[in-house]
């Protein structure tokens, strides 16, 4: 048997979605235009460290995607990427070092009271990044590990989830 609710949206989807655009256009006709920053972080070093992360993990996939076949290896490109992690994860205790809040935020209170810790965990990121071998596929194989392993545990302690 059909589904009935299925059905009666099945029926109605395109009249649901003209009604949908419809509004979003009055709204909009009317000079309400939505506002993505409200949806984000509003404190702005907390967005700066978010970025900084978000970053991170853009110029890791470089890497990891190398590794596993999706794109082609390319020193150049791994080059930069290591170039970048260097620099991000040399710049966490800087992002980091004045305690601000954030609804939207994942850092853990925790690292304000352990920044000696957190001050490691960071330098050992730093260094881990630094190790990475871009020579050839194989020796960034070998190299990226460890890495990762700094992203994640520094995660596992310091990011709420
Ligand atoms: C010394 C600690 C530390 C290290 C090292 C670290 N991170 Fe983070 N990371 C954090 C904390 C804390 C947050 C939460 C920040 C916040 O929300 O204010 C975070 C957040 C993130 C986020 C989520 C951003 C979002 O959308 O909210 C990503 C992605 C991320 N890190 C990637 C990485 C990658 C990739 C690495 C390693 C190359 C890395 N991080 C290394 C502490 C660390």
């Given at each position: 048997?059909?589904?009935?609710?299925?059905?009666r949206t099945?029926?109605?989807?395109?009249?649901?979605?003209?009604?949908?655009?419809?509004?979003l256009?009055?709204?909009?006709?009317?000079?309400?235009?939505?506002?993505?920053?409200?949806?984000?972080?509003?404190?702005?070093?907390v967005?700066?460290?978010?970025?900084?992360?978000?970053?991170a993990?853009?110029?890791?996939?470089?890497?990891?995607?190398?590794?596993a076949?999706?794109?082609a290896?390319?020193?150049?490109?791994?080059?930069?990427a290591q170039?970048?992690?260097k620099?991000l994860?040399?710049?966490?205790p800087?992002?980091?070092?004045?305690?601000?809040g954030?609804?939207?935020?994942?850092?853990?209170?925790?690292?304000?009271?352990?920044?000696?810790?957190?001050?490691?965990?960071?330098?050992?990121?730093?260094?881990?990044?630094?190790?990475i071998?871009?020579?050839?596929?194989?020796?960034?194989?070998?190299?990226?590990?460890?890495?990762?392993?700094a992203?994640?545990?520094c995660?596992?302690?310091?990011?709420?989830?």
């Amino acid at each position: 048997m059909i589904d009935p609710i299925k059905r009666r949206t099945d029926r109605f989807g395109w009249q649901i979605r003209v009604v949908l655009y419809m509004g979003l256009a009055l709204l909009m006709a009317c000079g309400v235009e939505p506002d993505t920053t409200d949806l984000f972080i509003d404190d702005e070093r907390v967005q700066t460290r978010v970025t900084d992360m978000i970053e991170a993990q853009t110029v890791l996939d470089i890497l990891t995607d190398m590794l596993a076949g999706k794109t082609a290896y390319d020193k150049p490109n791994a080059r930069y990427a290591q170039k970048e992690l260097k620099r991000l994860m040399a710049d966490i205790p800087r992002r980091f070092r004045r305690e601000r809040g954030d609804p939207l935020d994942r850092a853990e209170e925790r690292i304000w009271h352990q920044w000696d810790d957190f001050l490691r965990q960071a330098r050992i990121a730093e260094d881990r990044a630094r190790d990475i071998e871009i020579g050839s596929r194989a020796q960034l194989r070998t190299s990226l590990g460890p890495m990762l392993i700094a992203c994640q545990s520094c995660h596992d302690r310091y990011r709420t989830y």
